[in-house]
């Protein structure tokens, strides 16, 4: 049995080998004690990590992130395209109050 | 209203946030500097049409990237031990073992050969074991 290194082991745990590789892995394993615990603390290295990020997923989200999701980009950039928007509606206004003025006159 | 409002993403892209928070926190080991990565992030996606998961992931890893040692106090002993990896390894870690990209996006999004990938996710793992005694 070829001896398995550290990136194969992992690669092996992340699911990343192909068949052939994944069985001389699993082979191995079946066959050396010490590397099936260098497995398991792997595993255990994984499962700790999931669950402290997990927490984080389970947290509420903040409001100021919710609110600028719902506000569907109430972003800088979106702001700035409002305030356009805004003066071109006020120009366009102004222009149509000077054109009635001037046909009153 | 405008065409983007038309087209809502199916799930809505406040259902994405708590995943892309829990991405965030592993790449910016700290609550606050998470959530800042998170707003920005989101600030882009609402700009863009496209509103999906694999996006997400592709904006949050640029903005990272663009600051990736932004000032941060780690409270918890995953976070403190994240934020002693060197951004490399801590960008391998947080994409393979906690967004559970494979190793060929998780490359990709980071820049990097495949090979490199690996090689900076088996030194960034063992370094964690080490520290966390996992």
Request: net charge positive.
């Amino acid at each position: 049995v070829k001896t398995v290194g550290e990136q194969t082991l992992f690669a092996f745990a992340d699911g990343e080998l192909g068949p052939l590789r994944r069985d001389e892995v699993e082979q191995a394993l079946a066959e050396d004690p010490e590397l099936r615990a260098r497995l398991e603390r792997d595993r255990r290295l994984r499962a700790f990590l999931s669950a402290h990020y997990d927490a984080v997923a389970d947290e509420p989200v903040p409001p100021r992130l919710e609110a600028l999701v719902l506000g569907g980009g109430a972003s800088r950039s979106g702001r700035r395209r409002r305030v356009l928007v805004q003066a071109a509606a006020g120009l366009a206004a102004a222009f149509v109050i000077a054109w009635i003025v001037a046909g009153a006159l | 209203m405008d065409v983007d409002s038309i087209r809502e993403p199916v799930p809505p892209l406040l259902a994405l946030v708590p995943r892309l928070r829990r991405l965030a926190r592993a790449l910016a080991c700290d609550a606050g500097a998470a959530d800042a990565l998170v707003l920005k992030t989101l600030e882009r996606a609402l700009a863009d049409e496209e509103k999906s998961w694999a996006r997400l992931v592709r904006q949050l890893c640029d903005c990272w990237s663009a600051q990736p040692d932004r000032r941060r106090t780690p409270r918890t002993a995953v976070d403190a031990a994240m934020d002693a990896l060197p951004a490399g390894q801590r960008g391998a870690v947080a994409l393979v073992l906690v967004g559970g990209l494979r190793y060929a996006e998780a490359a990709e999004r980071l820049g990097i050969d495949i090979a490199v990938l690996a090689d900076r996710l088996a030194r960034g793992r063992r370094a964690l074991a080490e520290r966390l005694a996992a």
